[in-house]
C-alpha cells in the first residue's frame, strides 16, 4: 500500500470509535466525546515528503550523523479557518518523533498509540538493506513516519492534541509544552510496570487475553513477514532464470539463419517478464507495509495492558491501606489486638496508651480512613473510565488493522494473480515464436 493510497484511505475512512455508553462528564480528551469525522485529516493534509542526511554535536558535544525530515502541512480545499494558511514545512529528527510519541503513550494511556517504525533495521525482510543511513532504510522510515504522523491525524482524541499540533507547526517550543504538562511525572518506570504485573492479586481477564492475543498477533505477522520473504526469493529465482533464457535465446539467434527469428522473438518475450517481475516486486516491497506496522502496534497493544495492571495495583494496594486502618481504629476502639504487632508488643512492655492518646490516634486514623475511602472511590471510578476507554479503543484498533490486513492481502493477491496471467501470455507467445521456426 503506498503512501498515497493511505492517506486517502485515512482521509476518507468510516467513523470508528463512537462509544456505544454515554458517561457522566468524560475528562478533555476522552474517545467518546468527538468522532473521526472531526479529526485534522479532515482539514489538513500531512506529509513527510524528504530526508536529508545531517551533521552536528549531541547533548555530550561530540560529533554525529543524522537524517532529518521533512514535514509539510497544508490546508484542504474547503477549510475556511484554515484558508489563509499557507503549505507550512519544517525539519523533524527521528529523535522528537519519538518524544512525541511518548508524550502521547503518557497522555492517553488508554489508546492504542499508532507506533512509529524502528529506529534500527530489527525486522529486515526480503535482504532490505539493515544500514541506518542506507538510501532505502531511510526512505521506508520516511514512509513510516509519515504514516504514523497520518494515523495520529486520523484520530477522533490524539489529532485534536495540542502538543501534536505544535510538532506540526512550530519549529521551536513545542518541547516546553511537553514540560508544561508534566509529563516527566506522569511517566510510570519499568520496574513499577514489572512489580504492578506480578502482584496484582485480581487481573481483568479481558487485558490478560489482550496480552495474549498481541503475542500472538506479532508472532502470526513475523511468520508472515517470513513466509512472503521466502516465496520472493523462490520467484526471483524463477524470474532471473527467465531473464536467462531471454539472453541466451538472443545470442543464439545470431547464429542461427533460418530459427534465428523466432530465437530472437522468444528471448524477448522472456526478457519482457523478468523485466516486467522486478518492477512489480520493487514495487510492492519498498516502503512499510501493514504487515510490518502491526509487528509495532502489538506493542502498543501490550502497553494499555500494562497501564490497566498499574491502575489495578493501585487500586489494590488503597484498598489494603484502607482496610489495615479501619482494624487499627477497631482495636483502639475495643482495647484489644487481634494479630501480632509490635504495637501490641510495645503496650505489653511500657504500659497501656492514655485515653487521651487513644483518642487522639482515633481520630487520626478516622481523618486517614475518609481519605482512604475518598481515594478508593476515586481509583474505581478512574479504573472503571479507563476500562470503557480503553476497550473501546482496542474494538476501533481491531476494526482498523481488519481494514488494513484485507487490503494488503488483496493487494498481494491481485499482483501474484497479475504475474501468474503475465506469465501464462508470455510463456504461450514464446510457444507460438517456437512453432514458426
Not at 490516634?361 to 480503553?390: C, P, T, W, Y
Request: glycine share 6%.
Amino acid at each position: 500500500m503506498s503512501a498515497d493510497r493511505e492517506r486517502e484511505m485515512f482521509q476518507s475512512g468510516d467513523p470508528e470509535g463512537e462509544s456505544g455508553e454515554e458517561s457522566e462528564g468524560p475528562a478533555p480528551g476522552r474517545i467518546g466525546e468527538m468522532s473521526d469525522e472531526n479529526c485534522l485529516l479532515k482539514k489538513l493534509e500531512i506529509s513527510v515528503s524528504e530526508a536529508e542526511k545531517r551533521s552536528g554535536k549531541n547533548a555530550v558535544s561530540m560529533q554525529e550523523t543524522y537524517t532529518a525530515y521533512l514535514i509539510e502541512t497544508r490546508a484542504l480545499d474547503g477549510q475556511s479557518e484554515l484558508q489563509n494558511s499557507p503549505l507550512d514545512s519544517l525539519w523533524r529528527r527521528y529523535s522528537e518523533f519519538e518524544l512525541l510519541r511518548n508524550y502521547l503513550c503518557v497522555s492517553y494511556p488508554y489508546v492504542v498509540v499508532p507506533p512509529l517504525p524502528e529506529k534500527r533495521a530489527e525486522f529486515v525482510w526480503h535482504k532490505l538493506s539493515a544500514d541506518n543511513m542506507d538510501p532505502d532504510f531511510v526512505e521506508r522510515r520516511r514512509i513510516g513516519l509519515e504514516n504514523f504522523l497520518l494515523r495520529v491525524a486520523s484520530h477522533p482524541a490524539l489529532s485534536h492534541d495540542d502538543v501534536f499540533h505544535a510538532f506540526l507547526n512550530q519549529e521551536s517550543g513545542w518541547k516546553e509544552l511537553l514540560n508544561e504538562a508534566g509529563l516527566q511525572l506522569k511517566a510510570d518506570s519499568r520496574l513499577k510496570s514489572l512489580n504492578a504485573t506480578f502482584r496484582v492479586k485480581n487481573p481483568d481477564k479481558r487485558f490478560t487475553e489482550l496480552k495474549h492475543y498481541s503475542d500472538e498477533l506479532q508472532s502470526v505477522i513475523s511468520h508472515l513477514l517470513r513466509v512472503r520473504a521466502r516465496v520472493a526469493d523462490r520467484l526471483y529465482g524463477v524470474y532471473k532464470v527467465h531473464g536467462n533464457y531471454g539472453r541466451v535465446f538472443s545470442e543464439w539467434s545470431a547464429i542461427e539463419r533460418e530459427m534465428g527469428d523466432g530465437l530472437q522473438s522468444a528471448g524477448a518475450e522472456y526478457a519482457s517478464l523478468y523485466s516486467m517481475m522486478i518492477l512489480v516486486e520493487e514495487e510492492h516491497y519498498s516502503g512499510i507495509k501493514p504487515e510490518q506496522q502491526y509487528l509495532f502496534y502489538a506493542e502498543a497493544l501490550r502497553a494499555v495492558c500494562r497501564k490497566h495492571e498499574l491502575m489495578q495495583y493501585d487500586l489494590e494496594m488503597s484498598a489494603l491501606d484502607l482496610q489495615s486502618k479501619k482494624q487499627q481504629c477497631e482495636e483502639l476502639a475495643t482495647g484489644t489486638v487481634r494479630t501480632f504487632s509490635l504495637k501490641g508488643m510495645t503496650s505489653k512492655l511500657f504500659g497501656q496508651e492514655t485515653p487521651e492518646q487513644r483518642e487522639a490516634k482515633m481520630k487520626l486514623l478516622e481523618e486517614q480512613i475518609e481519605e482512604g475511602e475518598e481515594q478508593l472511590k476515586s481509583h474505581n471510578v478512574e479504573s472503571r473510565e479507563f476500562v470503557r476507554d480503553a476497550w473501546q479503543e482496542v474494538e476501533r484498533f481491531k476494526e482498523q488493522k481488519n481494514r488494513d490486513l484485507k487490503e494488503a492481502l488483496i493487494s498481494y493477491a491481485v499482483m501474484q494473480i497479475s504475474m501468474c496471467k503475465k506469465g501464462i501470455q508470455v510463456w504461450s507467445n514464446a510457444k507460438e515464436c517456437f512453432s514458426k521456426m
